[in-house]
């Protein structure tokens, strides 16, 4: 039998906010452990939340973002269970009233426009680390640790519709959502550093039928990779089950990236039942009409807006066009050039093409380089005006790049000017005929080819300075004399 | 008179006219609590260094010609369950044996800027979970007044060390009753504000909708002047509001004239003393008498009130006592091999019966297919019960009604019937329910034991409750009598 699969996804975004959700601590990441911590987050005996506004912001500002309805009335509650790494023991988060409810975002899925819905937006707080010593997990350790850094860090839930109906699917609209909360700069999108994570609840019924079949739950997708391998794995397994007759069992289970494979965590029988109830010690979340208008005003140009008007405005192909815009950073570097250069295609040629393949070298981003757009710029203009050549730019933007140096200054000191002055040219072309005799013959006897032969050896004397279309060029006329 | 009989109003002044220091008077209450607590057991901490330390500072700081407040150089006693840094707080349980807080509570460095003293920790019941002081780990209060009873609870060991002049001015908490009952039972003062005037942060919670820090006084001045520095908006506590705060001395006149005041027909009813019931209506006697407009009033939805609390408050309970597992600090049980074994032991050795029984009850009012059928519905009386008070000040300035139903029983005579316990604060009870201020302040004796007169008012109407209190204080002599020790 043919199955569809239905796929829904929850999505925990941290947020880019200075300080914790109720506490004035620092969420900065990487810090010692334990060293942003206070009485609050690490749930001391008689401390109080207060509601930190930004994250509040930053919610709205996704949910009118992604067209959901921003709730009059949101109430945060308190989801219950024992765990060392959260001090309270519960959870701040929102159950009933969240903050944002419904909204949608649109896919692009082999050329078609898929609507993906969103249920809901909601907030919460993130839980503690635990660290277990002698031992990766808490199997064989000798003691546990916690680090309370993290305690208390925003994090903001979206919970999709199960409208997705594939792996790829799944893993297009995490790139697409990524994307969005990073051009919104709610979340940095980092999931393999955990900043952006994904469960999914899975299910498959029989093509065509509308009843939907027992789910489960698959968590510890840590790369977008990982959700597309994660839900095909756990489709075929599903698909197997249901083929060989047996049922699917209501349950949670963890991806593991080594074996490609879902292994079962807890049973439904197993699961928490979290008492939730209204959080006694925070007031409701009203946020008024002025204030949501506010924060709709902050939303700058996104993802698709941008691509479009890059397409549109500046003449690039939909290829540059999404490969830019698929990195914020890439795109403000991009238009930040544009101001400087007027030629966008061959702007984009070199960002997409060497640079991007220097950072992907360095395993960095954009954002970590140490030159600047107008940096970047100069060395295009001397391309264009014949001072470098775009041969010898390769290596001088390299240089550039590792050492954050203005082109000007690597010219200078390599003396990597291009040579286009004819008779300089020419002493160095007459030295390169008299030293390659059977390629000036061969060329003389109609054997083009030849040619290049002669003007690579022209190039390799100038250490490539020399400029190709003048060293063609003087290079033809010393030939048919 | 010693130093330590008077109030903080007498001690101010004497202060002012430089008839005495901070040193003498700290000196003359700690000699006080040498000399009774061994029969009071009143406290869990006694400062005796750092309150003399303090009070000199305090006297250099005066001598220096420096701004006085009206708590300057005022001894006071600190219910355990609020949080002072450096200083063991325990809120009388065994699985915060060892906790030294790193931080204080708002209303403790309130006081500590206002130049007050902190004279010590008071016993309450376990996590101001009880109606006696019974119920605390280490100790049990007695009351003053007769040391074979109680001294009422849970904010008992405040009360008793009031009674027993052990310090000046005292802090409560009040849940269902717990500054207001023992208030009554010791024949002090006791006022529980409006939830929200006075911040929370710092008060170990039992049940977040329903605590309120107060004060416990000689008099119904000392409680005016107490709550003018505690109360007001703290930014770390979201559930205080954010209104300006009135001088209340300015409320405390002898005057009850032409003032609505209704006596609550339920509450002079079935389970409540008969000797009571009479010095409750020979006060609403004494207040018609000075010119008050006082008549019956019937509030048919307060016999739920004792029901609902015992489920909000239980459900409340259950989800804050969840941070004690042993992981952070406090006790941990060293007979643990793995996480849950921690968790269980932990709790198992940490928490008293009455605790255990109030976290069963709440994880059961919150579990999935009982949550609707328990919590909801007692939040739905619980409006109810708001509704029945908005109701009866649409007529009425304030309400009076006794404060508990007996005077102080004797200690052991309820701890095996919790049922028993828990009705003896049916009376207090239903404002922490309507979130309202109330007030009980000494109006009689029965048997040489205390009986209080509870005075009730709309939210944020504390000026008319000091209003009242005052005057009935002015015209009786009740509150001057003194338990011999």
């Not at chain 1, 109906?165 to 980092?190: H, T």
């Not at chain 1, 060989?244 to 349950?251: A, M, N």
């Not at chain 1, 439904?268 to 039942?273: G, R, V």
């Not at chain 2, 009705?423 to 329910?433: F, V, Y």
């Amino acid at each position: 039998m043919k199955y569809e699969a239905v796929i829904g996804l929850e999505i925990h975004a941290q947020l880019l906010t200075d300080s914790k959700i109720f506490c004035g601590c620092s969420t900065k990441f990487g810090a010692a452990p334990n060293s942003n911590i206070c009485p609050v987050c690490t749930g001391q005996p008689g401390v109080l939340p207060v509601l930190n506004k930004k994250v509040v912001e930053f919610a709205i500002k996704t949910g009118l973002a992604l067209k959901g309805n921003v709730a009059k009335r949101s109430v945060f509650a308190r989801k219950n269970y024992f765990y060392p790494d959260l001090p309270k023991n519960y959870q701040i988060s929102q159950y009933e009233l969240p903050l944002v409810v419904g909204g949608h975002m649109d896919v692009t899925i082999d050329g078609k426009i898929k609507h993906i819905g969103i249920t809901r937006i909601h907030l919460e707080e993130d839980a503690g680390k635990l660290v277990h010593k002698g031992a990766a997990g808490l199997k064989g350790s000798t003691g546990s640790l916690v680090d309370f850094n993290r305690t208390g860090v925003p994090l903001m839930e979206i919970v999709t519709e199960p409208d997705i109906r594939s792996p790829e699917e799944a893993k297009l609209f995490m790139q697409d959502l990524r994307n969005l909360l990073v051009y919104l700069g709610v979340c940095d999108g980092n999931m393999e550093e955990g900043s952006l994570r994904c469960d999914a609840n899975v299910s498959l019924r029989p093509a065509g039928k509308k009843e939907l079949g027992t789910k489960t739950e698959v968590k510890n997708m840590n790369s977008f990779k990982s959700v597309q391998k994660a839900l095909e794995s756990e489709i075929k397994r599903q698909a197997e089950m249901l083929g060989s007759g047996e049922r699917i069992v209501q349950e949670t289970r963890l991806f593991d990236d080594l074996t490609g494979t879902t292994t079962p965590m807890r049973s439904k029988e197993e699961a928490h039942d979290y008492r939730y109830f209204p959080e006694p010690d925070l007031v409701p979340v009203e946020p008024d009409k002025k204030w949501v208008d506010e924060i709709s005003k902050t939303i700058t140009e996104l993802p698709n807006a941008k691509k479009t008007r890059l397409m549109k405005d500046h003449g690039l192909p939909e290829l540059d066009a999404n490969v830019l815009t698929d990195d914020k950073a890439l795109a403000d570097f991009f238009e930040e050039c544009l101001k400087l250069y007027k030629n966008a295609k061959n702007l984009s040629n070199w960002m997409i093409g060497d640079l991007t393949a220097y950072l992907k070298v360095k395993k960095i981003g954009i954002k970590d380089i140490n030159i600047s757009p107008a940096q970047f710029i100069e060395m295009l203009n001397l391309i264009d005006k014949g001072t470098i050549s775009r041969n010898s730019a390769k290596g001088i933007m390299v240089k550039m790049l590792d050492g954050g140096r203005s082109v000007n200054d690597i010219v200078a000191e390599s003396g990597a000017t291009q040579i286009s002055d004819e008779s300089e040219l020419l002493k160095i072309i007459t030295d390169v005929m008299k030293n390659n005799p059977k390629s000036v013959t061969d060329y003389k006897s109609g054997k083009e080819p030849a040619l290049f032969h002669l003007i690579g050896q022209v190039m390799r004397a100038t250490k490539g300075r020399a400029n190709p279309e003048t060293a063609k060029k003087l290079l033809t006329e010393a030939l048919k004399k | 008179m010693e130093l330590f009989e008077l109030t903080a109003h007498e001690l101010h002044a004497k202060l002012d006219r430089q008839e005495t220091s901070a040193e003498e008077i700290v000196r003359s209450v700690l000699g006080r609590i040498s000399r009774v607590e061994n029969s009071v057991f009143a406290f869990m901490t006694v400062n005796i260094d750092e309150a003399i330390t303090k009070a000199k500072e305090i006297d250099e700081y005066i001598t220096s010609g420096k701004k006085m407040t009206p708590l300057t150089g005022i001894p006071i006693a600190i219910k355990d369950n609020m949080c002072t840094r450096g200083m063991l707080t325990t809120a009388s349980s065994k699985i915060l044996r060892n906790y030294i807080p790193p931080y204080n509570a708002t209303v403790v460095e309130k006081i500590l800027q206002a130049g007050a003293i902190p004279i010590g920790k008071t016993n309450l019941d376990e996590f101001a979970m009880g109606s006696s002081t019974e119920n605390s780990a280490y100790k049990v209060t007695k009351n003053p007044w007769n040391l074979g009873t109680v001294p009422g609870g849970s904010s008992g060991g405040s009360a008793a060390c009031i009674a027993a002049d052990e310090a000046i001015l005292a802090f409560g908490s009040d849940t269902g009753g717990s500054i207001r009952q023992p208030a009554s039972f010791c024949g002090v003062v006791g006022l529980k504000p409006t939830y929200g005037r006075v911040s929370r942060y710092g008060l170990i919670a039992f049940a977040s909708s329903l605590d309120q820090i107060g004060p416990l006084t000689k008099d119904v001045t000392d409680a005016a002047i107490f709550l003018n520095s505690i109360a007001g908006h703290d930014p770390k506590d979201s559930t205080s509001v954010d209104l300006p705060v009135p001088d209340y001395r300015k409320s405390l006149i002898d005057d009850v004239k032409n003032l609505k005041i209704g006596v609550i027909k339920e509450l002079l009813g079935e389970g409540i003393g008969s000797s009571v019931k009479s010095s409750i209506l020979e006060a609403a006697e004494l207040l018609k008498k000075l010119g008050a407009k006082v008549e019956e009033v019937s509030m048919p939805t307060l016999k739920y009130g004792v029901a609902t609390y015992y489920l909000l408050a239980t459900a409340e309970a259950s989800s804050n006592l969840e941070r004690y597992d042993g992981v952070k600090y406090g006790h941990r049980s060293s007979e643990a091999d793995d996480l849950l074994a921690m968790y269980y032991n932990t709790r198992r050795e940490g928490f008293g019966p009455e605790v255990k029984r109030r976290i069963m009850l709440g994880t059961y009012a919150l579990s999935a297919g009982y949550y609707d059928a328990y919590y909801l519905k007692a939040q739905k009386v619980r409006t109810l019960i708001k509704n029945d008070f908005d109701k009866a000040f649409s007529k009425f300035d304030c309400l009076i009604s006794p404060t508990a139903p007996s005077p102080a029983f004797k200690i052991g005579e309820k701890t095996d019937d919790p049922l028993s316990m828990y009705l003896s604060d049916i009376a207090t009870i239903p404002i922490n329910l309507a979130g309202i201020p109330a007030i009980s302040i000494p109006c009689g004796f029965v048997n040489d034991l205390p009986v209080g007169l509870q005075i009730i008012g709309k939210a944020f109407s504390e000026e008319m409750l000091f209003r009242v209190a005052y005057t009935y204080e002015q015209n009786t002599e009740w509150h001057k009598r003194k338990p011999k020790l």
